[in-house]
């Protein structure tokens, strides 16, 4: 059965330092992977997926991830951080036995001025 | 495309009392999906159709939770009679068939409190 684990419930940096959101997950095939954002009061946006074309993979606000399967990790990075980035981000499977999609905990992204 | 829009956005209700979230996809998606979410359960699929028939329902908490999807535009999700732990924002989403690749496309939620 699919599942991912975010490590770190809370993830806070400085505005213009490295955002990094990790993201494990398990899969017995090749999985689709998936980041959402959540801003507050707002609904889940799709931020970026990995569907095997690349293993980079390019989102929108600046955004990237990279899959590594020998890690099982497909980590979130963004080089500068803006305040605008502070939300919650969920990284995401795709369930193979149909169309569910399975989603993390959650990481709340605080940016300090 | 004016996206998946949820209807209330948000709901006050007191403990027995009915509640009818609804819901209308985005045309052309055939894929709905409902999730609740919690800060102690986090995002929790509830119930997904696929051209308007229920094929997963069991996340549906108990019977108090139905929903249907009588036409391909519109969905609803009723608890009857709700309690105080049903309190929580529930989201619709919706997606085409390529839903396993391309993601869903989430309404905003409305966030129900049973008082």
């Known amino acids: 059965a699919q599942s991912v684990t975010q490590l770190g419930s809370h993830v806070s940096v400085s505005e213009g330092a490295l955002v990094l959101l990790r993201c494990n997950y398990s899969s017995s095939v090749p999985p689709y992977l998936f980041w959402y954002v959540q801003y507050p009061n707002q609904g889940l946006q799709l931020l970026l997926k990995y569907t095997s074309a690349a293993t980079l993979v390019k989102g929108i606000n600046g955004f990237e991830a990279e899959f590594k399967k020998s890690e099982t990790s497909f980590h979130l990075t963004k080089p500068s951080a803006h305040m605008s980035d502070a939300a919650e981000y969920f990284c995401?499977?795709?369930?193979?036995?149909?169309?569910?999609?399975?989603f993390g905990a959650g990481t709340r992204l605080f940016v300090k001025a | 495309d004016a996206g998946v829009i949820q209807s209330p956005r948000h709901e006050v209700t007191e403990m027995g009392q009915e509640v009818t979230l609804r819901c209308k996809p985005i045309?052309?998606?055939?894929?709905l999906f409902w999730y609740r979410q919690t800060m102690m359960r986090g995002l929790e699929l509830l119930i997904y159709f696929n051209n308007n028939v229920p094929i997963d329902d069991s996340g549906m908490p108990e019977d108090r939770f139905s929903a249907k999807m009588p036409n391909a535009s519109f969905s609803t999700l009723k608890i009857q009679p709700s309690e105080p732990r049903d309190s929580a924002v529930y989201f619709c989403a919706s997606s085409n068939a390529q839903a396993r690749v391309n993601g869903y496309t989430f309404g905003s939620g409305t966030r129900l409190t049973v008082v």
């Open positions: 995401a499977v795709s369930h193979t036995g149909g169309f569910k999609t399975i």
């Open positions: 045309s052309g998606h055939d894929y």
